[in-house]
């Protein structure tokens, strides 16, 4: 992509629209690291889930579409 004769205020929108996608990439990765420690702590079989999904299912229920 070719930013050449980006005007300033296409560029702010350009660079508010990266650091969205940077903060959703880094919550992303931040949501993977913690069900890797829930699932490493076996704490679905401590609450009685049996498996780290379906636990996973009652801590972030599906959004309504």
């Known amino acids: 992509m070719s930013e050449a004769g980006v005007g300033v205020v296409a560029r ?33 079989g401590q609450t009685g889930d049996r498996v780290t999904h379906r636990l996973l299912q009652e801590l972030w229920p599906p959004r309504p579409g």
């Open 12 to 44: 702010a929108a350009l660079d508010r629209a990266r650091e969205r996608f940077a903060v959703r990439r880094r919550e992303y990765y931040r949501q993977l690291v913690d069900i890797a420690a829930l699932a490493e702590l076996g704490v679905a």
